[in-house]
Nanobody, 127 residues
Framework: VQLQASGGGLVQPGGSLRLSCAAS????????IGWFRQAPGKEREGVSC????????YYASSVKGRFAISRDSGKNMVSLQMNNLKPEDTAVYYC?????????????????????WGQGTLVTVSS
């Protein structure tokens, strides 16, 4: 599976960004698709994911109510609308999928034990 993320950039606190991810190259559709992030010097953190079959969504507590994940199955794309951004949201965001589920770790979001990801896109929240 190839995953191409885009939409990162510099935004002021309280601002919004929309990340997009185009997925291709799969023979069997992944079970989940979503996002994790990694800030400098910090562990990887699951942000959000969506079940590709029933569209159930999952969010990290740190972003719940501010971020919204959506999926366009016809275009094999997933988006992450990020509102009311905070400096602590600054990180490289990676689009990722789950094809072979395993028990998630505490740093992962919901059932999403991501096992494939593409190049990330940098989000910087700063005044």
């Amino acid at each position: 599976v190839q995953l191409q993320a885009s939409g990162g950039g510099l935004v002021q606190p309280g601002g919004s960004l929309r990340l997009s991810c185009a997925a291709s190259g799969f023979t069997l559709h992944p079970l989940y698709i979503g996002w994790f992030r990694q800030a400098p010097g910090k562990e990887r953190e699951g942000v959000s994911c969506i079940n590709a079959y029933n569209s159930s969504t999952y969010y990290a507590s740190s972003v719940k109510g501010r971020f919204a994940i959506s999926r366009d199955s016809g275009k094999n794309m997933v988006s992450l609308q990020m509102n009311n951004l905070k400096p602590e949201d600054t990180a490289v965001y990676y689009c990722a999928t789950v094809s072979d589920p395993r028990p998630p770790t505490p740093h992962e979001v919901g059932p999403c034990s991501f096992d494939n990801w593409g190049q990330g896109t940098l989000v910087t929240v700063s005044s």
